[in-house]
């Protein structure tokens, strides 16, 4: 098994910035991708980006590129998503997962799934 808590998440203006959290526990050698998800108010939950544990190679959603930047602490087991330039279409709640098999790109390829953190961007 694997644990995910997320944190971080908040209120902010448009333009601000925020570090999301997710600190990984349990059976974490057998992750492949650790990948942060959002999900909008009746929208589907998707992509923003992940991070390979080996070779540290990252993929950024479009809509995020350039703006946010993945990173990690294998000491801490931590993964953070630094989100600059926030702008009210980031509202979502969000989420972290790890992939054990997958490459990543798919939700479907996420086995364990933290319970999210809410970030709001207002205008």
């Known amino acids: 098994q694997v644990q995910l808590v997320e944190s971080g998440g908040g209120l902010v203006q448009a333009g601000d910035s925020l570090r999301l959290s997710c600190a990984v526990s349990g059976r974490t050698f057998s992750s492949n991708v650790m990948g942060w998800f959002r999900q909008a108010p009746g929208k589907e939950r998707e992509l923003a980006a992940f991070?390979?544990?080996?070779?540290?190679?990252?993929y950024y959603a479009d809509s995020v590129k350039g703006r946010f930047t993945l990173s990690r602490d294998n000491a801490k087991s931590t993964v953070y998503l630094q989100m600059n330039s926030l702008k009210p279409e980031d509202t979502a709640v969000y989420f972290c997962?790890?992939?054990?098999?997958?490459?990543?790109?798919?939700?479907?390829?996420?086995?364990?799934w933290g319970l999210g953190t809410q970030v709001t961007v207002s205008s």
């Open positions: 991070i390979r544990w080996s070779g540290s190679s990252t």
């Open positions: 997962a790890t992939s054990v098999h997958g490459l990543g790109y798919s939700r479907k390829d996420y086995t364990y």
